[in-house]
T-cell receptor, first 114, second 115 residues
Framework: DSGVTQTPKHLITATGQRVTLRCSPRSGDLSVYWYQQSLDQGLQFLIQYYNGEERAKGNILERFSAQQFPDLHSELNLSSLELGDSALYFC?????????????FGDGTRLSIL | GENVEQHPSTLSVQEGDSAVIKCTYSDSASNYFPWYKQELGKRPQLIIDIRSNVGEKKDQRIAVTLNKTAKHFSLHITETQPEDSAVYFCAATPQGDTGRRALTFGSGTRLQVQP
């Protein structure tokens, strides 16, 4: 158990819909990262939040957005869903904003678009 | 930005043999190099990491070496066991534009340990 909690574990929805994925970081971690992993693909960085503020942004689509709340949990919102958005979405957390700190991953949310 | 290349993409070894996975990176300022193990359908799990001020680090059957001059680092697994079968990812942390920096992952190596 990494201490990072993601909900839901599975999500099945249709094209055009909107979903929200939730992540609670490990106790004491202030930074949250979101990654997308498509079938047989590597891990693509989407966005990082540190203590409530956006810290870094990867190739995140404009249809996707995220935020980190005062209690440090984070939500990733995906809208106008397309078939190609089907993937595993992982959240990771680390102690602070520096990238040379270990990132610990949650179990992921598997998103299936029908 | 950073570019991390990982080889081989697949690796099959006999139980008890050693396995070596190699990665190269492009940003000479990168200073942190973690390795993750991902079993099918599960989360990436940090197994070992190394910082740029260290040339080698070992943890039981797993070791990582770093050659900053050549900009490559390697994962060594000795006495492999069937439970080592998984996809292994290397990663590097680039410097540069703060707003775009991210842990950059290699494409993964699927390791299969044959009993």
């Amino acid at each position: 158990d990494s201490g990072v909690t993601q909900t839901p574990k599975h999500l099945i929805t249709a094209t055009g819909q909107r979903v929200t994925l939730r992540c609670s970081p490990r106790s004491g971690d202030l930074s949250v990262y979101w990654y997308q992993q498509s079938l047989d693909q590597g891990l693509q960085f989407l966005i990082q939040y540190y203590n409530g503020e956006e810290r870094a942004k990867g190739n995140i689509l404009e249809r996707f957005s995220a935020q980190q709340f005062p209690d440090l949990h984070s939500e990733l919102n995906l809208s106008s869903l397309e078939l190609g958005d089907s993937a595993l979405y992982f959240c990771a957390s680390s102690v602070d904003w520096a990238l040379n700190q270990p990132q610990h991953f949650g179990d992921g949310t598997r998103l299936s678009i029908l | 930005g950073e570019n991390v290349e990982q080889h081989p993409s697949t690796l099959s070894v006999q139980e008890g043999d050693s396995a070596v996975i190699k990665c190269t990176y492009s940003d000479s300022a990168s200073n942190y190099f973690p390795w993750y193990k991902q079993e099918l359908g599960k989360r990436p799990q940090l197994i070992i990491d190394i910082r740029s001020n260290v040339g080698e680090k070992k943890d039981q059957r797993i070791a990582v070496t770093l050659n900053k001059t050549a900009k490559h680092f390697s994962l060594h697994i000795t006495e492999t066991q069937p439970e080592d079968s998984a996809v292994y990812f290397c990663a590097a942390t680039p410097q540069g534009d703060t707003g775009r920096r991210a842990l950059t992952f290699g494409s993964g190596t699927r390791l299969q340990v044959q009993p």
